[in-house]
């Protein structure tokens, strides 16, 4: 194996791990309608379970432009410029999201409240449907020129499958996010939250398994079909699980649904990574994408020597923040 | 869409609102991590509540900061790839890696800790929990090394190789990006620039309440404690960082002659090479001639800076201009920076530097404890110095209401002079985005047509506007009434595994 395809996986890590923890972030932040909450109590409880861990889970991100910049120039350069209106829409709601959270007890003001509360809904829900859109995109291949560049309209991002990709991802996380909340938060919520289970989870299935057929159809393979069975198998496990009352496998089924949700697109797109549809020999592949082997010896190291304590230090938050939140746990607003 | 604007008007606009606005948030984060994790670490160490206060007052305000901080770098990092991507294709396997080393190393730390400090008040054993400031201040630390890494590549390339086949640089020595002696005098000279900034907020905000328990406002004796070790604090800090943004902002501009003439004569509208060459106090120039209209300066005073002696020629813009043409083609102008930028960035930001290192500097003496004072004039440390300019002879009333005002203006000195620097820097280095590499203008995305960069920079534009209306209310809703001093530390240290009856206590803090 290359180094090259090492980075591959290891950008598909990056960003996987990034939809599986920041997946049930944005859960979290759609859940805090009425879907789940119902007092500005009960909201504030939804919100403090990922009070600590957020901004960690939002580095996933930026680590996984920054590898994909570092690794694979190309594939960075024409993501980045290809999907410019989604991204600027990602990235403005990421800053009023971050915001939100910081800013929304700083003042004792409904209006204030409310306003940062409803930006924390909407940029929840906005974020993970563009990721969903771009994705399914860049597996679909785009129109791609010889230069490297995208030839097409930001309109046209927004086709069908596109689309389906946006919803589906979008209800991953909100599936993700209720087990999560299940699993972190005690009293009312926790009973709603499993009820709210299988009620959303069987929508979810339906679209996963709309999208997952779609994407197997026009650029899957062996390897892309056999995550694509672990996927949609994992899902209705993990409402199964949830009805149980299993809240900690619950969550971890969840979580593998969204694991081999996209482990099923980045095996759909290897060996290329912006496929193009105009002419076959413009795509960018792994190999002719890649950095230098000296740029990506140098990354490999710094990953080994440092990857294994991000791992170690953000698990402890969570350890650190195990107990779950309730109502009675809320101090009072200042 | 055709608009009569370039791609690379819009796309230069875009990057240097948002960088400059980010960098008003990054300069207060870095030091203010350091000074509130310095005052907590007073406080763990001494038992003594004035500490406390400070550190909880002060950790609001850097929590404020660093939110946008933190929000505002996701764009950052992404335009270049949505703006720039010709650059990033050009530079990627050089560039790409600090980025990479930024987030992996850096950006993990400060928000994997900041989060457990936020929350962790009631969580973490207290040495623990300052342990949690101190790496979320060394996160910050490293984070502006790998990230000016990756602009001294851009200032100065060093490292690479340019890949005969694809015609892009290469990396071939991360340790050279890493250690050059661009990015160590930088990183020195924006970390020092860095402190000086948080510092002089502290010394503004604590002059401020100090003044006003001054003038007789009903206030809380701890209140006053708390501001007067904050004023104390930064007042020391702001000194030692304003000499060490003196002296490495002298050994920057001595590389920078060596490694970029033409940005240190556009600095000095030096427009042929002279020996010895004067230091430039204020000049009217004519860019079109090349040559300077009404100029004030100091003889020689320029070579010194430059080489360290009164004699040593310094090379001129239009030589430069002219030598670069020959090298590069085109002609003379297309390699002259925009000189009044230039010249005006660099001098502003001296001024606003050099201008809270001397308020720092009167401050220490002024607010002395005991150094050369008379018992008489001493205050009790739950007091408002007063301001004593000798001995025995203290600051009349008006000339001291004066000097805290200047006191409290003070915070916004350095916030000026950061921003100039970085408009100066980057604005001189035009017409190059990677020096003598790549030109700004070939860098821009090809298939990003200028109509959707004009709703780009207009939206953020929107966007960051609204946000500094709320953190600046928030800021000043936050200063404004001073440290709460009815907060008490935890009555008991925590534990890492506390008792069912402690676990389940509300949480110290939440959203």
Redesign the interface.
Known sequence: MHLADLWFILIALLWTGYFFLEGFDFGIGVLTTRLLARSGTER?VL??TI??????N??W???A??????????W???????F??P??AV??C??????A???????PGARWQRSWERAVVWTSAITPFLWGVIFANMVRGIAI?A?????GG?GELFNGYAVLGGFTTLALCVCHGTAFAALKTDGEIRERARRLAPVLGAGTLLMLLAFLLWTQAGSGNGRSLGTLVVACAALPAALFLSRLGREGWAFVLSGLTVVATFATLFLALYPEVMPSTLDSDWSLTVADAA??S??LT??TV??AV??PF?LL??SW?YW??R?R?SV????AAH | MELAVAQETVARWQFGVTTVYHFLFVPLSISLAGIVAALETAWVRTGKVKYFHATKFWGKLFLINLAMGVVTGILQEFQFGMNWSAYSRFVGDVFGAPLAMEALIAFFFESTFIGLWIFGWDRLPKRLHCACIWIVALGTVLSAWFILAANSFMQHPVGYRIDPVSGRAQLTDIWQVLFQDTTLVVVFHTLTAAFLTGAALVVGISAYHLARAGRGAETDGRKTAAMRVSLRLSLVVAVVAGLGTALSGDRLAKVMFEQQPMKMAAAEALWDTEAPAPFSILSVGDVGEGRNLVALEIPAALSFLAEGDFSSPVAGINDTAEEQAREFGGSREDYIPDIFMTYWGFRLMIFFGMAGLAVAAAGLWLTRKRFWLHPAHRTGEDEPPHLMLTRNVRMNAFLSRWSWRVAVLTLAFPLAGNSFGWIFTEMGRQPWVVLDLQRTADAVSPDVGVGRQIVSLAALSALYAVLAVVEAGLMVKYARPGPDVGERPPAKDPTLRPSDEDGDQPLAFAY
């Open positions: 504030r919100i403090n009070g600590p861990v957020w901004d960690g939002e580095v991100v930026i680590t432009a920054g590898a994909t910049f570092a690794a694979f120039p190309d960075y350069a024409t993501m980045f410029s290809a410019y209106l991204l600027l990235v403005m990421l800053i009023v999201r971050g915001v959270f910081e800013y929304r007890a700083k003042r020129d230069g490297k560049s995208y030839a930001q950095s230098g000296y740029t140098v990354m710094i990953a440092f990857t991000v230090y953000q938050t650190v923040f107990r939140i009675d746990r809320i101090p």
